[in-house]
């Protein structure tokens, strides 16, 4: 399996999962550096403080191409490499050039999300190879997930994501006209946006962190509902710099959803938090992957 860095996969999964993830590259004025490098977190962070504008680029396929050699050489007989979605980078194209030139088959896997939500396509992958499927039945696994995916996510401003053109919807304009008729909302609320099938859009504004976390919460509590009978969901809770508020939030979702078959809590890298800013609160869901 291989992924890229924007994918939250929580702590000890990775390992037990097999994955190798591919670094995405952070860019701040003169700064170039590996997303999860040492010292490159605090560098994004120094650069945000002086007001640098932050962004990051997708790997090159020569990155790819190391990886997927070195999981033939460890006995690989195919990879499958799940990524972001290809309406937020341009990363799953690097992928699929180093692909076509990679001594073993390699599928390439389009998530249509990021973050929790890419963790969560990556895992259902993960497992399908645990049970010993191939190549086609992984790739599928992954594909089905990355389609029935959901995740919600607040933050503090949507100014970064609205400059790098990764959130499109014309509810935008809307939030920009209530901000210019109500200037006091515009320093106080918390913009709560949804990610799906690779596209993010506003869902609504709140004026507290206390009511964008209500409206997580409601979010992924519809949507695990929603299994069908006996099933369960997996769902992921993420953050940048809110460990506390993640970890409530958790903590709710556990005594409040007897769908949710795990509630795990993810800390976001630092390509996540150069598009989100320095506050930022998620939750992912997905139907939990069939095992067997």
Do not use: K
């Not at 504008?53 to 690989?76: C, D, I, S, V, W």
């Not at 929790?116 to 190549?135: E, F, K, M, P, W």
């Not at 369960?232 to 940048?240: F, G, K, L, M, S």
């Amino acid at each position: 399996m291989v992924t890229d860095s924007t994918a939250s996969i929580p702590a000890g999964e990775q390992a037990s999962a097999g994955v190798t993830v591919v670094p995405l590259r952070l860019l701040a004025g003169n700064l170039v550096a590996e997303d999860g490098a040492p010292g490159a977190a605090a560098a994004i962070e120094t650069a945000a403080s002086r007001g640098t504008r932050l962004t990051t680029a997708r790997p090159a396929p020569a990155q790819f191409a190391a990886a997927y050699r070195r999981a033939g050489e460890a006995g690989a007989q195919a990879v499958v490499s799940v990524h972001l979605s290809g309406s937020l980078s341009g990363t799953v194209s690097s992928a699929a050039l180093a692909a076509a030139e990679a001594l073993i088959p390699v599928r390439v896997i389009d998530a249509r999300t990021i973050g929790s939500g890419l963790a969560l396509v990556v895992l259902a992958a993960a497992t399908a190879a645990r049970a010993g499927h191939g190549l086609d039945a992984v790739a599928a696994a992954a594909t089905a997930c990355a389609h029935q995916v959901r995740s919600f996510f607040a933050v503090d401003r949507p100014d970064a994501l609205l400059a790098g053109g990764r959130a499109v919807t014309a509810r935008h304009e809307d939030v920009r006209r209530h901000e210019a008729t109500e200037p006091a909302l515009r320093l106080v609320s918390r913009t709560v946006l949804e990610l799906e099938a690779g596209r993010i859009g506003t869902v609504d504004r709140v004026r507290t962190w206390a009511g964008a976390a209500a409206l997580l919460a409601r979010s992924a509590a519809e949507l695990a509902a929603g299994q069908p009978p006996g099933a369960t969901a997996d769902i992921v809770v993420e953050h940048v710099a809110a460990a506390e508020r993640a970890h409530a939030l958790a903590d709710r979702l556990n005594a409040g959803l007897p769908q949710a078959r795990q509630v795990s809590v993810v800390t976001a890298g630092t390509a996540i938090r150069v598009h989100t800013g320095p506050m930022m609160l998620g939750v992912s869901v997905a139907p939990s992957p069939a095992v067997g």
